[in-house]
């Protein structure tokens, strides 16, 4: 199971375009958080989606193929539906001042754009917070906590979240193509819950 992390990207429509890719490509992946707070995703989503095929264009297609197309052309429009549907794995943070609480397993994940507005508490059960704001990617451990930020994306990089067949959950930033840049492992041990007063 993966989580997709984009940073912000007001002007980095291309790049945007290709993480989004980059990201539905991946069987596995549960889901992609967007950590600006900026419309670029909204943008990138009506895009995305107007360049696939509408529900009725689909079915349109369809019955021509089925008529008179051949498996080929059939299992292509049968993938690129499956592309279209998986955008609804795309997700925004909330509007301030709310972060964003995902599970991955028993990890507890909190993204927010600016991590400077996160309290005490805020972080005090997050075993990993991604965060926005920053003019370069990073991934940094605080005693039993990460920070993840895939910095800007017209610098060209995302973050992932691997929750491995161990248990640890594998931190990464990655290239636009793929390619991994840096990781980071986490071992399930340090995924504790803590109760802060």
Not at 64 to 86: V, Y
Not at 131 to 142: D, L, T
Request: proline share 5%.
């Amino acid at each position: 199971m993966r989580m997709g992390v984009i940073g912000r990207a007001p002007q980095a429509e291309d790049e945007l375009h290709q993480a989004i890719e980059l990201f539905l490509a991946d069987p596995l992946l549960k889901q992609i958080l967007y950590l600006g707070e900026d419309d670029a995703i909204t943008r990138a989503v009506g895009q995305f989606s107007h360049e696939r095929l509408s529900e009725e264009g689909f079915l349109s297609r369809a019955v021509g193929l089925a008529c008179h197309g051949n498996a080929e052309e059939i299992d292509d429009l049968l993938e690129a539906d499956r592309q279209a549907q998986r955008v609804s794995l795309l997700r925004c943070l909330p509007p301030k001042p709310a972060c964003a609480i995902e599970m991955l397993e028993k990890w507890i994940i909190l993204g927010v754009h600016d991590k400077a507005v996160l309290e005490e508490d805020d972080v005090a059960n997050a075993h990993v917070i991604l965060y926005g704001e920053a003019s370069e990617a990073n991934i940094k451990r605080f005693g039993p906590r990460s920070f993840l930020t895939p910095g800007p994306l017209e610098k060209g990089l995302v973050g992932s979240l691997n929750l491995r067949a161990d248990g640890s959950l594998e931190l990464s930033l990655l290239d636009l193509q793929g390619k991994v840049w840096v990781s980071e492992l986490v071992a399930p041990s340090l995924a504790k819950l803590v109760v802060a007063s």
